[in-house]
């Protein structure tokens, strides 16, 4: 009797599974291509884009195609940024990365901003706010922030996620949504007073290839920094288990970085461990799982009465995350080893204008609000492209 259901079932199971496959391959490349229709009066030429048309290339990259993979770049470009003692240097001595009870809020804060930059967009009241606060924030450091390291900066964010796709992905990025990263970048970077920042990717590369020849070199800061940064990415793991996830996190940063940051070579294994698990993932997304339909929902709506957001999830501290039953519970009759949701962790939500360090958020106020106005202003003409120069500060 099995052996007669066997032999009938057996050619559905197979013809439904080769449908599937075959289904995935179809579907797979198809929201490239419908981009690609879209923009084609770009594709000869992508440096003709507007910073608006980069701007919806790259939301269908970050939140349809590579969600994980331009986070989880992002994230390590921020590692990769402390091999440059200039900076750590400022970061060690304002002690917001090196104190324990402040480099979740800060980590936490910059995820923030940065999303709302990404994907509510530098236009937008939310995206403009955030922009404003960033610009204040740099503003507070004066000269100590100089021109060449933010761009240093700006690129990692513009490279690192790129190389990240291009290594690990099931696809590489095409030109098209190369460019738009650089597009929508360099103009974030006119709005917060850049100069000088490079026309092409070709160029870009070259500027950071010259720029981090002479000063990516080790300095104890960025080590401080590196061990503060890694100390919080395991700060959730059990005890004998973050030495290993350290030695796993070091395959993550590019062997002529380690040493800059005072980080050990890891062994060969378990370089070539991550290497094959990043290799499995990219087989069974290209060849297995369908595409997303539609866009990730990251973000939250304002509530309607406040104006304050909340977000959906964390990495590292509950920050702007509401609190519910369940961790209610877990707060007050169960214990919890893991922070939660709280009025501590400004449970009610954020206004874009208050990220940041909290004795800022009242000071900051006023001149964030002006800024955010000043660049709602700039952008309707045109913004740098139409300006022909740099975001000036305000206040």
Request: some cysteine; overall charge positive; proline content about 6%.
């Amino acid at each position: 009797m099995w052996n007669l259901v066997q032999q009938q079932c057996s050619p559905w199971i197979v013809l439904s599974l080769g449908a599937y496959l075959l289904l995935v391959q179809l579907l797979r490349t198809r929201n490239l291509r419908n981009l690609h229709e879209k923009h084609a009066q770009y594709i000869p030429n992508p440096y003709s884009m507007d910073y608006k048309t980069a701007h919806e290339i790259l939301k269908n990259t970050l939140l349809r195609e590579f969600p994980f993979m331009h986070g989880f770049g992002t994230q390590w470009a921020l590692v990769k940024s402390y091999g440059i003692a200039s900076g750590t240097k400022l970061l060690v001595q304002t002690r917001r990365l090196t104190t324990p009870s402040k480099v979740g809020k800060r980590s936490e804060d910059t995820g923030v901003l940065l999303g709302e930059v990404l994907i509510s967009g530098i236009d937008s009241p939310r995206g403009r706010e955030a922009l404003a606060k960033m610009n204040w924030i740099h503003r507070q450091y004066g000269a100590r922030i100089g021109n060449d390291e933010m761009i240093h900066t700006l690129v990692l964010f513009v490279l690192e996620p790129q190389r990240w796709v291009d290594c690990y992905e099931w696809r590489t990025l095409s030109e098209l949504e190369r460019v738009a990263y650089f597009v929508y970048w360099r103009e974030i970077g006119s709005r917060m007073g850049m100069r000088g920042i490079p026309e092409t990717l070709e160029d870009l590369r070259c500027w950071a290839h010259s720029f981090e020849k002479t000063h990516m070199v080790y300095a104890e800061s960025n080590r401080l920094c590196t061990v503060a940064t890694m100390d919080l990415f395991v700060r959730g793991l059990p005890g004998f288990m973050q030495d290993f996830a350290k030695t796993v996190m070091a395959c993550f940063l590019e062997p002529h970085v380690r040493p800059t940051l005072g980080v050990k070579e890891p062994p060969p294994a378990f370089v070539a461990g991550v290497e094959w698990l990043f290799w499995v993932r990219r087989m069974v997304i290209r060849w297995l799982l369908l595409p997303r339909f539609h866009d990730m929902s990251i973000l939250s709506s304002p509530d309607q009465d406040t104006g304050r957001i909340n977000r959906k999830a964390y990495l590292f501290e509950p920050w702007y995350v509401p609190e519910d039953t369940w961790s209610t519970v877990r707060k007050k009759l169960l214990g919890s080893s893991r922070p939660l949701p709280g009025p501590e962790y400004m449970s009610e939500g954020y206004l874009p204008r208050e990220l940041g360090p909290t004795e800022y958020k009242e000071r900051s106020k006023e001149p964030v609000e002006r800024e955010a106005e000043e660049m709602r202003q700039y952008a309707l003409k045109g913004g740098a492209s139409g300006m022909g120069c740099p975001f000036s500060f305000g206040g």
